[in-house]
């Protein structure tokens, strides 16, 4: 008996019977989109391009001006050897974690960290009848102001330049300035454990000494250890144990010019010294989480700091002499910092 076809028509040369192609579906109408709504991978694919193409706004990062010279390391005359200077990436005001580093000058008071404020938001203005502005930022940072309670930061980074100034050796006071001068520049992050509640002090726990104990540019010396000085600071390890160590750099920077008054009867200057090394430029890219929350109320000074997950990164700049005892008063040098942040609205 012959094999009846399921599908009727002519058929090809070869061929036993015929298969029709399965349908496609229709592409949805603008109608039925708006009525049915999108799915979760449609969801997700239009917020990935509008994440995409959103144009990124900027963070009020801190403006550090004039060029920062370094703070003692004790505010006790000729007791200092070292030169520091502490920054806070985030805010200066960490919980758990001691604000200061080193002293503003001889007798003078702590000195604070200076704070970067890599995801302060611009502050919405409140604006008076008569035009002027009471509080916040001006009119025309509005735009960087974000449109709802949620970021995502896409860039930030810190440039930090340590230059030299030129010397005049016939001043007896600056004569031994004109010697190299040994850094130090430390980034690190303190291991915070929700746990606990240990504090962190730098200034005293930053290093470790020869016995692994907390060490750092206040401590003192005993019968096991020294005090706190050039070559400590040059040999000490950093204390892992309660800091997460990012950076570690170590350089030495000449003058870039000595001059002297020449001689007598001799009317100008003269140049004895020409150095290509006297400025180092150091950039850290720091991380940032996916997202920052904040409580949406960017007209209050208090609510342009994230509810959470600020940067909580330490830098630190050490500076000293090299081939001098002198205590370290006055280093002829100065330290730029520019810090650019930016997000994208969530």
């Not at 949406?296 to 997950?309: F, I, M």
């Amino acid at each position: 008996m012959p094999r009846t076809r399921k599908y009727s028509g002519p058929l090809m040369r070869g061929q036993t019977s015929v298969k029709s192609k399965p349908k496609k579906a229709a592409p949805k109408t603008i109608a039925a989109v708006a009525k049915s709504g999108l799915n979760k991978l449609e969801k997700k694919q239009v917020s990935a391009i509008i994440k995409k193409k959103a144009e990124s706004k900027y963070f009020k990062t801190g403006v550090i001006t004039p060029a920062q010279g370094l703070k003692l390391q004790s505010n006790v005359a000729d007791s200092s050897q070292i030169e520091v200077l502490g920054l806070a990436v985030g805010k200066h005001d960490q919980e758990q974690v001691v604000g200061t580093y080193g002293y503003a000058s001889v007798g003078g008071a702590a000195s604070t960290n200076i704070s970067l404020n890599v995801f302060r938001t611009f502050q919405g203005a409140t604006i008076n009848v008569d035009g002027t502005i009471t509080s916040g930022d001006e009119q025309k940072f509005a735009s960087f102001i974000p449109e709802g309670r949620k970021v995502s930061p896409s860039f930030t980074q810190t440039k930090i330049r340590i230059h030299r100034q030129s010397i005049n050796t016939n001043s007896d006071d600056k004569a031994e300035m004109s010697v190299p001068y040994y850094y130090r520049v430390i980034r690190v992050k303190p291991k915070k454990n929700k746990y606990t509640d240990v504090d962190f002090d730098p200034q005293l726990d930053l290093f470790q000494d020869n016995f692994g104990e907390a060490y750092g540019i206040y401590s003192g010396g005993d019968a096991y250890r020294n005090t706190f000085s050039r070559f400590e600071l040059m040999s000490s390890k950093i204390n892992s144990r309660r800091y997460e160590v990012m950076n570690d750099i170590h350089f030495v920077l000449l003058p870039p010019t000595s001059t002297s008054n020449g001689f007598e009867n001799f009317d100008g200057r003269l140049v004895a010294q020409i150095s290509r090394g006297s400025d180092k430029m150091i950039t850290f890219n720091h991380k940032a989480p996916k997202t920052l929350y904040y409580d949406g109320k960017y007209n209050e000074t208090d609510s342009c700091q994230p509810l959470a997950g600020n940067n909580e990164e330490l830098i630190f700049i050490h500076g000293c002499f090299l081939g001098s005892d002198s205590p370290n008063i006055n280093m002829q040098h100065k330290v730029d910092i520019k810090v650019v942040s930016t997000f994208k609205d969530v």
